[in-house]
C-alpha cells in the first residue's frame, strides 16, 4: 500500500493538530506529512484530498455484531466490514450473543473470528453469567483475555445487591461497569416512549424515569463504594443527563454515550408504525434531543456509539408491537454526527472529533492514535462537507434496519485505513 | 369520496367526511328493507381480516357488505394460518393474490391497519387495532348520538370508564371532538393515559358529576384482566365508585347512554337499567350496519362500475 494525501487538512485536538499537508502512507506507516511537495514514485496512489480531512480512526464502543448465535442478522465479517464502511477503526461488541460473552473461550473464539482485520475489534463481556443478574462473570480472567470493559447491554442489572458485589468486585483492578439503565418492570410490553403520541397510538410506553431510576441508582452505588467506574451506554432522557452532570460536578468518575439516533431523531416518527424506528432506549422527544444536545456541547456526554444493532427484514417486517428493538448505525453514525451537529453549530469538527475517536479510547484506557511520521497509520479520511442521500441497499451491514433510508446528510467517510489496510468507503 | 382513500384512524376523518358518512347512512337507512339490495359495491371483493375474535363487528360489516352486494368472505386467525407461524406480511400477500380490493382489519397489534395499508394497493379500514382505535365504533356512536339529538355542535359527552385501555374512547374523544362536541373523561387514576391534558378533554373526577354535566354518557366496557395485573384493586370498588346505576337516571331521567358492547353488567353498568329507553346499546347495533354501509360504499366507489 502507497497512497499519498495531496493538501488534505490533518485533524487531531488530542496533538493540537489542524493544518493542511501532504500525507504519505507507505505499508501502512505514515511514511512522511509535508507542507511541501512529496516527490512518488509510479506506484503511488495519489489523491487530491482538498475537500478531505484525516482524524486518528474513529471508535464506536458500543455495537452488536451478532456472533457467536445470531450470524443470520450480522456476522464479524459483516459488521467489521460495516465499521470501516462507516470510517471506524476500532469497535467494542456487546456480550448478548448466544452463547454470552461471559467466559474466556467466547473471547477466544471472537478474537479468532476478527484477528487480520482493518477494524480493531474489542469486546465488552457480560457482568453477571449469562446476563442473568445474579452470579458475577470471571471479570479478572475475562479482563486478563482482553476485555475492556463489562455490562449485560440489552438488560439492566436490576437487583441492586448484585450491583452492589459488581462495584465491589471490579474494585480490585478498577474494571469499567456499563449499564443499560432501564427498569424493566416499568418498561414491561414497550414498544415505544411513553408520551403523548404513545398515548394517541395505542403503544405501551417507556417512560423516561425507567432509564434515570437505574442510573441514579447505579451513581448512588458507585459514590457509596468509594467512586467507582461507571458509564451510562446510551443515555436518552433530560432527567438522566441532569443526574450524570450533577454527579459529575461532585467529582464521580461517571461517564455516559448517546447514539447518533437520540440526537437526530424524534419519537414522533414512530406514528408512521415503521418498525426501523423501533430501539431500547426509544426515541425521546424533543425536549430530551435538546438536552443531548446541550449534554454533549458541555461535556457531560463523552462520547457517541451507535447501538449498531442488526436485525434481519423478516424480523422487522411485522407489527409494530411484535418488532425487536434496534437499529444499525455504523454507515451512518460518522454523517448523522456531522448534519445533527456540526453543521447546526452544536459542535465544532474537533469535538466530533473527540466524541467518536478519541474520548471512547481514552474511557477504555487505550492509546489514541497520533497522526505523526513513524507511526501506523489509524485514520479516518471524510469530507465534511459533502451532500448525499442514504441508501439502505448499499449499506456493508447483513441487516438494513437504519431508519435513514433517503435521509440527505452532509458529511461522508472517503477512506479507513488501519492495521496496514486501506478501505475506500462505498456509500 | 372522502378525504382519504382509507380508514386507519380518526384522524383521516374530517368534518365534512363524517357529514358525508352520516348522510349516506340516512339514506341506507331510510332505503333499506328486508331483501334489498345495493350495488355499491357490486363486483368488488371485501376481505375481513379478524386476526382478533370479535362477534358483532365481523357480522356488522359481514352484513354492510353483503347489503352492498359485494363479494366478501371471513376469516378469524384461529382458523388461519396465521396460527401454523405465517407472518402477518405472507397473510397479505396471499389474500392480495387471490384478488381482493378492500380489507377489514382487526388486529391485536396497534398500528397493524398502517403497516399492511403501507403493503398494498387495497383499501385498509381499521375494526379495532390493539389500544390504538376502533374509528367505525365512533362513527356509528356520533351517528347515534346525531339521531338523537339531531345536532351536535354544543353536546356534551362524558366517557366513563377504563380510557387508557380503550380504542373506543380514542377515537370518540377524537371524533367528538371533530364534531364540535364537548368531551369528558371519568376514569380512576391508574386507567387514564398520563398525557390525557393533552387530549382536549375535560376530567370529571366523579361518576355523579360527570353524568349530571352530560347530555350523554359512554360507558366503556371494563376488561376482568385489569384487576389481575394490578391496576385495579377490586371490582367492587370500580362499581361503587364508576359505575353506571339506577340511581343515575333517577335524578337524570334524560339521560342517554351509549355503550360499545358486550356489556359487563353488574360491573360498569346496572342490568335493572338495560332496558331504559334512553339507554341506545341495540340502536347502536342497528347503526352499525348503517354506518358501515356508509363507508364501504363511500370508499368503495373507486372499484365499482
Request: charged letters at 25%; a negative charge; one cysteine or more.
Amino acid at each position: 500500500m502507497k497512497i499519498l494525501f495531496k493538501n488534505i487538512r490533518l485533524l487531531n485536538p488530542e496533538q493540537n493538530l489542524d493544518k493542511i499537508a501532504n500525507l504519505l502512507i507507505i505499508d501502512g506507516i505514515i511514511s512522511k506529512i509535508s507542507e511541501t511537495d512529496i516527490q512518488v514514485d509510479n506506484e503511488t496512489e495519489v489523491v487530491n484530498a482538498e475537500n478531505l480531512i484525516a482524524s486518528p480512526g474513529l471508535f464506536d464502543m458500543h455495537v452488536h455484531f451478532r456472533e457467536p448465535g445470531y450470524e443470520y442478522k450480522e456476522t464479524i465479517e459483516s459488521g467489521c466490514k460495516s465499521a470501516a464502511n462507516g470510517g471506524f477503526t476500532g469497535v467494542v461488541v456487546m456480550p448478548n450473543t448466544n452463547p454470552t460473552i461471559d467466559k474466556p473461550e467466547v473471547v477466544e473464539y471472537i478474537k479468532q473470528k476478527a484477528k487480520d482485520n482493518l477494524v480493531e475489534l474489542l469486546q465488552a463481556a457480560a457482568i453477571t453469567q449469562n446476563r442473568e443478574g445474579k452470579q458475577l462473570s470471571p471479570m479478572y480472567e475475562l479482563a486478563d483475555h482482553g476485555v475492556v470493559y463489562f455490562t449485560d447491554d440489552g438488560t439492566s442489572v436490576t437487583d441492586s445487591n448484585v450491583m452492589r458485589r459488581a462495584f465491589e468486585y471490579a474494585s480490585a483492578k478498577d474494571f469499567m461497569l456499563a449499564q443499560h439503565a432501564e427498569d424493566h418492570k416499568l418498561t414491561e410490553n414497550f414498544s415505544a416512549n411513553e408520551s403523548e403520541l404513545t398515548g394517541k397510538l395505542g403503544l405501551k410506553g417507556y417512560p423516561n424515569v425507567a432509564e434515570e431510576i437505574i442510573v441514579a441508582r447505579d451513581i448512588m452505588l458507585a459514590e457509596f463504594l468509594g467512586n467507582r467506574r461507571y458509564h451510562v451506554s446510551h443515555i436518552s432522557t433530560r432527567g438522566a443527563v441532569r443526574i450524570v452532570r450533577a454527579a459529575k460536578a461532585r467529582g464521580t468518575r461517571v461517564t455516559c454515550e448517546v447514539t447518533p439516533h437520540h440526537f437526530s431523531l424524534p419519537d414522533d416518527l414512530v406514528a408512521s408504525y415503521n418498525s426501523d424506528l423501533k430501539m431500547n432506549p426509544p426515541l425521546r422527544t424533543n425536549d430530551d434531543i435538546d438536552a443531548m444536545i446541550d449534554a454533549l456541547k458541555d461535556g457531560t456526554i463523552d462520547c457517541i456509539a451507535t447501538d449498531h444493532a442488526p436485525h434481519s427484514l423478516h424480523e422487522k417486517n411485522v407489527e409494530f408491537e411484535k418488532a425487536p428493538c434496534g437499529i444499525v448505525g455504523l454507515e451512518t453514525s460518522l454523517a448523522v454526527s456531522l448534519t445533527y451537529l456540526y453543521h447546526q453549530n452544536h459542535l465544532t469538527l474537533n469535538q466530533i472529533i473527540e466524541k467518536m475517536a478519541i474520548n471512547p479510547r481514552k474511557l477504555l484506557r487505550i492509546e489514541v492514535p497520533s497522526i505523526s511520521e513513524g507511526n501506523s497509520a489509524n485514520l479516518t479520511i471524510f469530507n465534511p462537507n459533502e451532500e448525499w442521500s442514504v441508501n439502505k441497499e448499499k449499506l456493508m451491514t447483513k441487516s438494513k434496519n437504519t431508519p435513514y433510508n433517503k435521509y440527505q446528510l452532509k458529511g461522508k467517510p472517503y477512506f479507513t485505513i488501519n492495521n496496514n489496510k486501506i478501505h475506500k468507503c462505498v456509500l | 369520496m372522502l378525504s382519504k382513500p382509507y380508514l386507519l384512524s380518526s384522524d383521516d376523518l374530517t368534518k365534512e367526511d363524517i357529514y358525508k358518512v352520516f348522510e349516506k347512512a340516512s339514506f341506507f337507512q331510510e332505503n333499506y328493507a328486508p331483501g334489498v339490495k345495493f350495488n355499491d359495491l357490486k363486483g368488488v371483493t371485501v376481505c375481513l381480516a379478524f386476526f382478533e375474535n370479535s362477534t358483532r363487528t365481523k357480522l356488522s360489516f359481514e352484513l354492510a357488505a353483503k347489503r352492498l352486494s359485494a363479494d366478501s368472505f371471513s376469516f378469524q386467525s384461529s382458523s388461519s394460518s396465521l396460527s401454523k407461524g405465517e407472518s402477518l406480511i405472507d397473510t397479505l400477500r396471499t389474500i392480495e393474490a387471490m384478488g381482493v380490493q378492500i380489507y377489514v382489519v382487526r388486529h391485536n397489534c396497534s398500528g397493524s391497519p398502517n403497516f399492511l395499508q403501507q403493503n398494498t394497493d387495497g383499501i385498509v379500514i381499521n375494526a379495532g387495532d390493539g389500544k390504538h382505535e376502533h374509528p367505525t365504533q365512533a362513527l356509528l356512536d356520533s351517528y347515534t348520538l346525531y339521531k338523537k339529538f339531531g345536532k351536535l355542535e354544543g353536546l356534551k359527552v362524558a366517557i366513563v370508564g377504563d380510557i387508557l385501555h380503550s380504542r373506543v374512547a380514542r377515537s370518540n374523544v377524537n371524533v367528538l371532538n371533530t364534531l364540535g362536541v364537548e368531551v369528558a373523561v371519568c376514569s380512576p387514576g391508574t386507567l387514564v393515559p398520563r398525557h390525557i391534558d393533552n387530549w382536549k378533554v375535560k376530567m370529571i373526577p366523579n361518576v355523579d358529576d360527570a353524568v349530571e354535566w352530560s347530555d350523554a354518557v359512554m360507558v366503556l366496557r371494563l376488561q376482568r384482566e385489569r384487576m389481575e395485573s394490578g391496576l385495579l384493586p377490586t371490582m367492587r370498588e370500580f362499581s361503587n365508585y364508576y359505575g353506571i346505576n339506577k340511581t343515575h337516571f333517577e335524578k337524570k331521567p334524560d339521560l342517554v347512554l351509549l355503550h360499545p358492547g358486550p356489556v359487563n353488567y353488574g360491573i360498569e353498568l346496572d342490568y335493572d337499567v338495560s332496558n331504559y329507553p334512553n339507554v341506545l346499546i341495540e340502536t347502536q347495533v342497528t347503526h352499525g350496519v348503517f354506518t358501515r354501509m356508509a363507508l364501504l360504499s363511500l370508499l368503495g366507489s373507486r372499484f365499482s362500475k
